[in-house]
């Protein structure tokens, strides 16, 4: 009889010192399909590795060999002699198809609504097919995959605003400014998450053009990486006239950007808006500057009290995905049974039974 299953190891039962051993680039995936195949006896086969998880969704004849050889499979291939069945879970039948369609709309990722894991199944498949390892069942199951994250994410909300505080900053940056392509940034201090940041930033069209750290030597480095200018820790305010976003990150213990430092600049500036961002704690930038009308201040709670409604708004809409989903499945379902000829009626009683 033929089995539809899928499953392996992902964030929420195993930890990342186990998924690490076994991770696979993207590069491997031929080698590694054809391994799997053979170890695990399959039909058809797609695997699946990103950071969270490493998956695989198959058609066998024999559901034993697969439960067991999933272990196999990964410790042969790359070396690791690790119990991975105790920490994998197994999907069959039914479980298997609404398994792939929520992974595909994003419900089981660690971010929830995260849109990369749709691109990383497409990529997993289309490398499956063009090695012969997809036929009838999983070319349909996964092109019905890609129907169903489609319609989530085009009838949800289960997508929208951002959930991590270099996003929101984007956002917000997006809101004040319209298009960012043109707007200037300067870092004060060279942390990692104002390094992010900024990055976010830039991607959407805006450049680092000031880099200023207490250690200048720091400065220099950083502003090496991004494309930017260091300049000394005591010229930055001078430099504020210039820009249009800043972003401060220094382990300073008190404020470093006081409404009194910025008033000295402020009027250079003929009214443009600054957008600042104080991802420091303590605090980098002193409340009362948000006085001047035409500055926006952020500190990092209110970037990550926005991130976390946003989160929450989307965990509201997870129920309504499901049922967005079901008929997908539904639909999948009344194709199998339909395409499985009578030799094949142990498989659709195999599935409805999963």
């Given at each position: 009889?033929?089995v539809?299953?899928?499953?392996?190891?992902?964030?929420?039962?195993?930890?990342?010192?186990?998924?690490?051993?076994v991770?696979?680039?993207a590069?491997?995936?031929?080698?590694?399909?054809?391994?799997?195949?053979?170890i695990?006896?399959?039909?058809?086969?797609?695997?699946?590795?990103?950071c969270?998880?490493?998956?695989?969704?198959?058609v066998?004849k024999?559901?034993?060999?697969?439960?067991?050889?999933?272990?196999?499979?990964?410790?042969?291939y790359?070396?690791?002699?690790?119990?991975?069945?105790?920490?994998s879970?197994?999907y069959?039948?039914k479980?298997?198809?609404?398994?792939?369609?929520?992974l595909?709309s994003?419900l089981?990722s660690?971010?929830?609504?995260?849109?990369?894991?749709?691109?990383?199944?497409k990529?997993?498949?289309?490398?499956?097919?063009?090695?012969?390892?997809?036929?009838?069942?999983?070319?349909?199951?996964?092109?019905?995959?890609?129907s169903?994250?489609?319609?989530?994410?085009s009838?949800?909300?289960?997508?929208?605003?951002?959930?991590?505080?270099?996003?929101?900053?984007?956002?917000?940056?997006e809101?004040?400014f319209?298009?960012?392509?043109?707007?200037?940034?300067?870092?004060?201090g060279?942390?990692?998450?104002?390094?992010a940041?900024?990055?976010?930033?830039?991607?959407?069209?805006?450049n680092?053009?000031?880099?200023?750290?207490?250690t200048y030597?720091?400065?220099?480095?950083?502003?090496?990486?991004?494309?930017?200018?260091?300049?000394?820790w005591?010229?930055?305010?001078?430099?504020?006239?210039?820009?249009?976003?800043?972003?401060?990150?220094?382990s300073?213990?008190?404020?470093?950007?006081?409404?009194?430092?910025?008033?000295?600049?402020?009027?250079?500036?003929?009214?443009?808006?600054?957008?600042?961002?104080?991802?420091?704690?303590?605090?980098?930038?002193?409340?009362?500057?948000?006085?001047?009308e035409?500055?926006y201040?952020?500190?990092?709670?209110?970037?990550?009290?926005?991130?976390?409604?946003?989160?929450?708004?989307?965990l509201a809409?997870?129920d309504?995905c499901?049922r967005?989903?079901?008929?997908?499945?539904?639909?999948?379902?009344?194709?199998?049974?339909?395409?499985i000829?009578?030799?094949?009626?142990?498989?659709?009683?195999?599935?409805?039974?999963?």
């Open positions: 009889m033929r539809l299953v899928g499953g392996g190891l992902a964030f929420d039962t195993s930890p990342i010192e186990l998924r690490e051993q991770a696979f680039r590069e491997e995936y031929p080698q590694a399909l054809s391994l799997m195949k053979d695990m006896h399959l039909e058809e086969g797609v695997l699946l590795s990103t969270n998880r490493v998956e695989f969704f198959s066998c024999n559901l034993d060999a697969v439960s067991k050889g999933w272990g196999q499979f990964l410790r042969f790359h070396k690791k002699n690790f119990p991975f069945e105790s920490y879970q197994i069959t039948g479980y298997c198809i609404s398994h792939l369609f929520e595909a994003g089981k660690m971010v929830v609504g995260e849109t990369e894991i749709l691109g990383q199944l990529e997993a498949y289309m490398i499956a097919k063009e090695r012969g390892m997809t036929q009838k069942y999983l070319n349909r199951l996964f092109q019905a995959s890609f169903a994250a489609k319609s989530v994410r009838s949800t909300w289960i997508t929208r605003g951002s959930i991590s505080v270099s996003a929101v900053a984007v956002d917000l940056a809101k004040l319209g298009k960012l392509t043109g707007c200037s940034i300067i870092l004060v060279a942390g990692a998450v104002s390094e940041t900024a990055r976010a930033l830039q991607k959407k069209g805006a680092v053009i000031f880099v200023a750290n207490r030597e720091k400065a220099l480095e950083l502003s090496k990486e991004i494309e930017a200018e260091a300049i000394p005591s010229e930055f305010p001078s430099r504020i006239a210039k820009v249009d976003i800043l972003i401060s990150s220094t300073a213990p008190h404020y470093v950007i006081t409404k009194e430092k910025l008033a000295a600049h402020i009027g250079r500036r003929a009214g443009r808006p600054l957008f600042l961002i104080d991802l420091a704690v303590p605090r980098d930038i002193d409340p009362a500057v948000e006085d001047f035409e500055v201040c952020y500190n990092i709670d209110d970037l990550q009290t926005i991130a976390d409604q946003n989160l929450k708004d989307r809409e997870v309504k499901k967005l989903i079901e008929p997908h499945i539904e639909r999948f379902y009344s194709w199998l049974v339909e395409s000829n009578s030799q094949d009626s142990q498989f659709i009683r195999n599935f409805r039974m999963a």
